[in-house]
């Protein structure tokens, strides 16, 4: 599921742009992409500034704009986020408009970031003012391409985008793993709406999982949790609108429809129907439409043959069974993601609070009087040091904190997991896709020879 929200850029281009194609962000800039530009910020700023110069800047002092797409943990890899972004750009500006999207991975969940030039490439219109602001903003359009977009992908979509007081779902994806009862109930409860069938069995499944429930429709206040060991019940808009009653019934869906079938649209084959008028009346289009299905059916036979599927009843199951490899690789993935993510803020944290360490430590050699001058001198790096502290601390309570080699080498052994992981995830998306082409193709193929078989037993009735 994602969400997006937009803003307009007036003087901060180049830097909003640096700060999106930021390499620590984006896999050292492998997860960039850019249209009518270049993917360096610099030099896509000033390729944005030519048009301007060249075109103005149509009926206002806007130079960008910059939308934020953000995914649910879980749901996407990053080149699948990259994807579904570029997809928005190109039905959003019809490439028309130069732009460069970013997605980043150095959070608990992926986003893009994709900013472009608010100066039509032809015609130096403005975007702001392509639409009437009043009856259907450019924010508004832009949510539901996106929405549309994520339904293609299989994806879930916010039914109620107005969360009032309501916490975002990726305000929780940032919280810290299990430095809270939230966090320790998210988790728990992420395991259940996985595994549950309908909202009755999450019920149930919380319950068998020492998680206790307590689910009233007609209150106000319809859902509220309690972890074995927990004080108090946690209400369920508490900890996010993603664990309310709606959004959970809707996550149930997609992650049994992930089990259960392999796309949740039809894939256009190219089978063609004879049954229609125009091939009954001319016998030479109908043998060429029937030489065409042939070619088509040699490919379903070859698809068959490559996924070693031994018959047409075998399809759908090795489509099920395909669809639930790629929903495993895809929790796979993001939890490296977030053990890379989590560990390389701590390798920051650390290499800070040794930078500022002789800092601190000369400070305590210093009287009393001088420290204080001394603090106000060093209060910039005192405070980042005493921030690196606490994360440290945090992450490992017990003081026992592992060198920057142990932990870069434990990182590199997970991008290289990650790495391993994309590619067998690769591999079996274009496996799924194959086999539900196959599918739909022999689908169609039959209901066409059971449509001309009933034309033909008319024709013979009517004799």
């Given at each position: 599921?994602?969400?997006?929200?937009?803003?307009s850029?007036?003087?901060?281009?180049?830097?909003?742009?640096?700060?999106?194609?930021?390499?620590?962000?984006?896999?050292?800039?492998?997860?960039?992409?850019?249209?009518?530009?270049?993917?360096?910020p610099?030099?896509?700023?000033?390729?944005?500034?030519?048009?301007?110069?060249?075109?103005?800047?149509?009926?206002?002092?806007?130079?960008?704009q910059?939308?934020?797409?953000?995914?649910?943990?879980?749901?996407?890899?990053?080149?699948?986020?990259?994807?579904?972004?570029?997809?928005?750009?190109?039905?959003?500006?019809?490439?028309?408009?130069?732009?460069?999207?970013?997605?980043?991975?150095d959070?608990?969940?992926?986003?893009?970031?994709?900013i472009?030039?608010?100066?039509?490439?032809?015609?130096?219109?403005?975007f702001?003012?392509l639409?009437?602001?009043?009856s259907?903003?450019?924010?508004?359009?832009?949510?539901?391409m996106?929405?549309?977009?994520c339904?293609?992908?299989?994806?879930?979509?916010?039914?109620?985008?107005?969360?009032?007081?309501?916490?975002?779902?990726?305000?929780?994806?940032?919280?810290?793993?299990?430095?809270?009862?939230?966090?320790?109930?998210?988790?728990e409860?992420?395991?259940?709406?996985?595994?549950?069938?309908t909202?009755?069995?999450f019920?149930?499944?919380?319950?068998?999982?020492?998680?206790?429930?307590?689910?009233?429709?007609?209150?106000?206040?319809?859902?509220?949790?309690?972890?074995?060991?927990?004080?108090?019940?946690?209400?369920a808009?508490?900890?996010?609108?993603?664990?309310?009653?709606?959004?959970?019934?809707?996550?149930?869906?997609?992650?049994?429809?992930?089990?259960?079938?392999?796309?949740?649209y039809?894939?256009?084959?190219?089978?063609?129907?004879?049954?229609?008028?125009?091939?009954?009346?001319?016998?030479?289009?109908e043998?060429?439409?029937d030489?065409?299905?042939m070619?088509?059916a040699?490919r379903?036979?070859?698809?068959?043959?490559?996924?070693?599927?031994?018959?047409?009843?075998?399809?759908?199951?090795?489509?099920?069974?395909?669809?639930?490899?790629?929903?495993?690789?895809?929790?796979?993935?993001?939890?490296?993601?977030?053990?890379?993510?989590?560990?390389?803020?701590?390798i920051?944290?650390l290499?800070?609070?040794?930078?500022y360490?002789?800092?601190?430590?000369?400070?305590k050699?210093?009287?009393?009087?001088?420290k204080?001058?001394?603090?106000?001198?060093?209060a910039?790096?005192?405070?980042?040091?005493?921030?690196?502290?606490?994360?440290l601390?945090?992450?490992?309570?017990?003081?026992?904190?592992?060198?920057e080699?142990?932990?870069?080498?434990?990182?590199?052994?997970?991008?290289?997991?990650?790495?391993?992981?994309?590619?067998?995830?690769?591999?079996?998306?274009?496996?799924?896709?194959?086999?539900?082409?196959?599918?739909?193709?022999?689908?169609?193929?039959?209901?066409?020879?059971?449509?001309?078989?009933?034309?033909?037993?008319?024709?013979?009735d009517?004799?």
């Amino acid at each position: 599921m994602a969400t997006t929200s937009v803003h307009s850029i007036y003087v901060t281009q180049s830097k909003a742009l640096e700060y999106i194609i930021n390499p620590e962000k984006t896999e050292n800039g492998l997860l960039v992409d850019s249209f009518a530009c270049s993917n360096d910020p610099k030099l896509a700023a000033q390729m944005f500034e030519a048009v301007r110069n060249r075109l103005g800047t149509g009926r206002g002092n806007i130079l960008a704009q910059h939308i934020h797409q953000n995914f649910a943990p879980g749901e996407v890899t990053p080149e699948e986020a990259l994807q579904i972004g570029l997809e928005l750009c190109r039905k959003l500006l019809k490439n028309e408009y130069q732009f460069v999207i970013a997605t980043h991975v150095d959070k608990a969940h992926v986003h893009n970031h994709i900013i472009f030039n608010n100066t039509n490439l032809y015609n130096g219109k403005s975007f702001c003012y392509l639409e009437d602001r009043k009856s259907n903003p450019s924010f508004q359009k832009i949510r539901e391409m996106s929405d549309e977009l994520c339904r293609e992908h299989q994806l879930s979509v916010i039914e109620n985008p107005q969360l009032g007081k309501g916490q975002k779902w990726y305000e929780w994806s940032q919280d810290k793993e299990g430095q809270s009862w939230k966090s320790k109930l998210r988790y728990e409860l992420d395991c259940v709406i996985m595994r549950s069938d309908t909202f009755d069995d999450f019920l149930e499944k919380c319950k068998a999982n020492n998680i206790e429930v307590v689910y009233n429709p007609n209150h106000k206040i319809d859902l509220k949790f309690r972890l074995k060991g927990q004080e108090r019940f946690t209400r369920a808009k508490t900890i996010g609108w993603y664990y309310e009653t709606p959004q959970i019934k809707k996550r149930i869906a997609n992650f049994k429809r992930h089990r259960e079938q392999s796309i949740s649209y039809t894939p256009r084959t190219k089978i063609i129907d004879t049954s229609s008028e125009k091939f009954q009346e001319a016998k030479g289009l109908e043998r060429w439409a029937d030489i065409q299905n042939m070619k088509e059916a040699a490919r379903v036979i070859d698809i068959l043959t490559q996924y070693k599927i031994e018959s047409t009843d075998a399809v759908q199951p090795a489509a099920i069974t395909a669809s639930m490899h790629r929903a495993k690789l895809v929790a796979e993935l993001n939890t490296l993601q977030n053990e890379i993510t989590g560990i390389s803020e701590t390798i920051e944290a650390l290499r800070v609070f040794q930078k500022y360490r002789p800092i601190m430590q000369h400070m305590k050699t210093l009287s009393d009087r001088k420290k204080k001058s001394y603090a106000e001198k060093y209060a910039h790096e005192i405070e980042k040091y005493k921030a690196a502290g606490s994360k440290l601390k945090a992450a490992y309570p017990d003081g026992k904190i592992p060198s920057e080699e142990t932990l870069v080498k434990q990182r590199n052994i997970w991008i290289e997991q990650r790495e391993r992981s994309n590619s067998e995830y690769q591999s079996v998306k274009a496996e799924l896709k194959d086999i539900d082409y196959a599918r739909q193709a022999i689908d169609d193929y039959l209901q066409m020879q059971h449509t001309v078989s009933e034309q033909k037993k008319r024709e013979g009735d009517l004799e």
